[in-house]
C-alpha cells in the first residue's frame, strides 16, 4: 500500500520527564491526520492530561508545564480518554519524531491493542539527509520552509507543545511525499528504512573530532 493512501496519526505527547520515585508521565497529547499524503489540520486533537498535584516535574522537561500546572492537576488521565482515543489509534499507522516515548505512553493505554505501525520522521530524515548538523525537530521545521505554515496552523504555539510538535511530523512526512522519489514509496518500505549513511557520518565526523 502506497504511504500516501493511507490515513495516518500523527501524534506527541508532553511529559513531565523521570524523577527520582516517580515514572514519565505525559501531561499533553496533540494529534493531527493525514490523509492522501496532506495534513488534515481541521482533524486535530489537543487536550491536557491529568498528572497529581505531588509529584515533580524533571527540571530539564521541555514545555510550558509550570505555568499551568493546576490546569493540569485537573485534566483527566490519560487512560481515562480511551473512547475517544481508539478512532485515532487502532487500524491505522502512527507517526512520531523519535517515536519511542509515544510508543510506550500509547501501549501503556491500549493493552490489549496492537496499535501502529510506527512511522518516526527522524528515522526516515537521518536517512533522507544524513549529513545535516541536526535532526531535531525544532531544527528541521524552518531547515525545510515549515517554520510559516506551521504557525498558521498552531497560532500561538512553539515546540514543546504537543500539537505544534504533532502538526510539524506530519508536514515534515507530507513534504517527502511531495517529492518524485518518495511519491511512490509503501508503508511497508518506509518500516524498513535504516539510516545506516547517518550512523556511518557520524561515526566518521567523531573520529575527525
Same mark, same amino acid.
Given at each position: 500500500m502506497l504511504l500516501k493512501d493511507c490515513t495516518i496519526t500523527a501524534i506527541d505527547?508532553?511529559?513531565?520527564? =523521570?524523577?527520582? @520515585?516517580?515514572? !514519565?508521565?505525559?501531561?499533553?497529547?496533540g494529534m493531527v491526520e493525514l490523509q492522501n499524503g496532506k495534513v488534515r489540520i481541521s482533524s486535530c486533537y489537543d487536550k491536557l492530561l491529568g498528572v497529581d498535584a505531588d509529584r515533580p516535574f524533571n527540571p530539564y522537561a521541555p514545555g510550558e508545564y509550570h505555568k499551568i500546572r493546576e490546569e493540569i492537576e485537573a485534566s483527566p488521565q490519560l487512560?481515562?480518554?480511551?473512547?475517544?482515543?481508539?478512532?485515532?489509534?487502532?487500524?491505522?499507522?502512527?507517526?512520531?519524531?523519535?517515536?519511542? =516515548?509515544?510508543? @510506550?505512553?500509547? !501501549?501503556?493505554?491500549?493493552l490489549i491493542h496492537q496499535v501502529g505501525p510506527w512511522i518516526d520522521t527522524l528515522t526516515i530524515?537521518?536517512?533522507?539527509?544524513?549529513?545535516l548538523p541536526s535532526h531535531k525537530l525544532e531544527d528541521l521545521v524552518p531547515q525545510f520552509g515549515l517554520l510559516e505554515r506551521l504557525q498558521s496552523f498552531c497560532p500561538g504555539k512553539e515546540a514543546h507543545d504537543a500539537l505544534y510538535d504533532a502538526v510539524a511530523?506530519?508536514?515534515?512526512?507530507?513534504?517527502?511525499?511531495?517529492?518524485e522519489?518518495?511519491?511512490?514509496?509503501?508503508?511497508d518500505q518506509i518500516l524498513k528504512l535504516s539510516p545506516q549513511a547517518y550512523y556511518k557520518y557520524k561515526k566518521q565526523?567523531?573520529?575527525d573530532d
Open positions: 505527547f508532553e511529559s513531565t520527564g =523521570v524523577c527520582e @520515585g516517580y515514572p !514519565n508521565e505525559p501531561w499533553q497529547i487512560a481515562s480518554l480511551w473512547p475517544e482515543l481508539q478512532a485515532w489509534w487502532l487500524g491505522r499507522p502512527m507517526l512520531a519524531h523519535n517515536a519511542s =516515548v509515544e510508543r @510506550g505512553f500509547v !501501549n501503556q493505554v491500549a530524515y537521518r536517512y533522507a539527509y544524513p549529513t511530523s506530519a508536514l515534515l512526512l507530507e513534504i517527502l511525499l511531495e517529492k522519489n518518495w511519491a511512490k514509496v509503501t508503508l565526523e567523531s573520529k
